[in-house]
């Protein structure tokens, strides 16, 4: 911080900042101005580093666009800094995430609720719409063959989880029926964008004074695809049943929100992307969720994970499954 002019003196005010499950962050002052620091977990992944730099690069180029984020500061892929692992500092968001608490403002008002999901989409549907190669994120995925892609590549993750001899395999779900179904309908055609990939009332920042999103968090995930998975993944989680609170919490819990059907209505009017096929992306997105915190459970019986937090998300597992084939009947 000292060669990058950030301040003097000690950093006073250190403090965790809670909520995420893995990666590490640490919220501090220097010299009156306030840092967030983020770096992978204590004991670091073999991609960890990578995904941080992946972070801080999305985050610069946002920079340049109107999608709503914590800024970056600074960003150090020096792994000798911090005993092995990159990290970067941005700015603190002024704001709350709807899945722990509602401010006595949002409890109180329906209406406002109401708005905050649309704040929600609207924030989804401008970063849909951005140009990740005017921004400089030619280089973060590759669009060609996504969706062709997604459907073998979650397979073949789900398999992966034989390698724990505890876990007797899946239990999820008409796994092979789903797959076979979203093989058959899937779009012909679609449209590369920046896709958070983890987008739900949980992974962003509300203000504490309107409905407004503040700021889109946790880009762990992100890469170049198709945005409209992203709407899709927020329709796969949105008042599923039995869901843990990861998903939108207290928002969920206090009830008066927009339905689906009211949420692809608003993407529509944001975007110019065509939501005819919305149905498919989130049948997508129950399948991919689900086979991802089915690893969550394999790892848990395994012994790598807490036991409460793998049957917990196993049961999610099964309601994500569940909401698909629903979706696949035209329900």
Not at 12 to 32: A, D, I, L, W, Y
Request: aromatic residues 8%.
């Amino acid at each position: 911080m000292d060669t990058q002019g950030l301040g003097s003196g000690p950093l006073v005010s250190v403090e965790p900042v809670t909520g995420g499950t893995q990666n590490v962050m640490v919220r501090f002052e220097r010299e009156g101005r306030g840092y967030i620091l983020r770096r992978g977990p204590r004991h670091l992944r073999p991609r960890s580093n990578d995904v941080i730099r992946r972070e801080f690069t999305i985050l610069d180029a946002l920079a340049k666009t109107d999608v709503p984020h914590a800024g970056l500061i600074a960003a150090c892929g020096d792994k000798s800094v911090l005993g092995g692992a990159v990290f970067y500092l941005m700015e603190p968001v002024a704001g709350f995430n709807a899945g722990v608490e509602l401010p006595d403002l949002h409890a109180s008002d329906a209406a406002i609720r109401r708005q905050m999901c649309f704040s929600l989409i609207d924030a989804q549907a401008r970063l849909g719409a951005v140009d990740h190669i005017a921004v400089g994120l030619g280089d973060l995925g590759k669009p060609d063959g996504f969706l062709e892609r997604q459907v073998p590549r979650w397979l073949a993750e789900l398999d992966s989880y034989s390698a724990f001899t505890e876990y007797p395999g899946p239990a999820i779900g008409p796994v092979a029926e789903v797959a076979r179904w979203l093989d058959e309908h899937r779009p012909t055609s679609s449209s590369p964008g920046v896709l958070h990939g983890d987008f739900h009332a949980s992974n962003v920042m509300f203000s504490r004074t309107g409905p407004d999103v503040v700021a889109v968090v946790d880009w762990e995930m992100c890469t170049i695809g198709d945005p409209l998975l992203d709407l899709g993944w927020l329709l796969a989680t949105w008042q599923l049943p039995g869901a843990p609170n990861e998903f939108a919490g207290e928002l969920t819990k206090m009830g008066g929100l927009p339905t689906a059907r009211e949420l692809v209505a608003r993407y529509g009017e944001q975007s110019d992307r065509d939501v005819a096929a919305i149905d498919w992306y989130t049948v997508l997105a129950c399948f991919k969720l689900g086979i991802v915190l089915e690893g969550t459970y394999a790892r848990a019986l395994a012994g790598k994970a807490p036991m409460s937090l793998g049957e917990r998300l196993h049961m999610t597992t099964l309601r994500l499954f569940e909401r698909a084939q629903s979706l696949m009947s035209g329900e």
